[in-house]
């Protein structure tokens, strides 16, 4: 049975930094494209940050402030968000399971497993 598990939310002011964590089970990770998604109240979801092997893809939004990452532990991926805005105010969730081409990344229904999400807000 595959599980993911998002960790490292919370509520911080405008220009403070979290890191996101996202443990898996039952998924090989090593194998697998893993993707940061959020969703804002009112909005679609939308990809964040994608990592397959040493690839990584960022939403226009976020290049240059949040960092996508394997962990030394294995099957765990984390989301370094720096520079926060309110804008980045969303629930946000890992994603497993990929079944297609690297430029649909951002396609939420290309991804078999998704975890309960964590709660990001920021204040200005």
């Known amino acids: 049975q595959v599980r993911l598990v998002e960790s490292g939310g919370g509520s911080v002011q405008a220009g403070d930094s979290l890191r996101l964590s996202c443990a898996g089970s039952?998924?090989?990770?090593?194998?697998?494209?893993i993707v940061w998604f959020r969703q804002a109240p009112g909005n679609d979801r939308e990809g964040v940050a994608s990592?397959?092997?040493?690839?990584?893809y960022y939403a226009d939004g976020v290049k240059g402030r949040f960092a996508i990452s394997r962990g030394n532990a294995r099957n765990r991926v984390y989301l370094q968000m720096d520079n926060l805005k309110p804008e980045d105010t969303a629930i946000y969730y890992c994603?497993?399971?990929?079944?297609?081409?690297?430029?649909?990344?951002?396609?939420?229904?290309?991804?078999?497993?998704w975890g309960q999400g964590t709660q990001v807000t920021v204040s200005s």
């Open positions: 994603a497993a399971g990929f079944d297609g081409q690297w430029w649909q990344w951002e396609q939420e229904e290309k991804y078999k497993y």
């Open positions: 039952g998924v090989t990770f090593d194998y697998d494209r």
């Open positions: 990592l397959f092997g040493r690839d990584t």
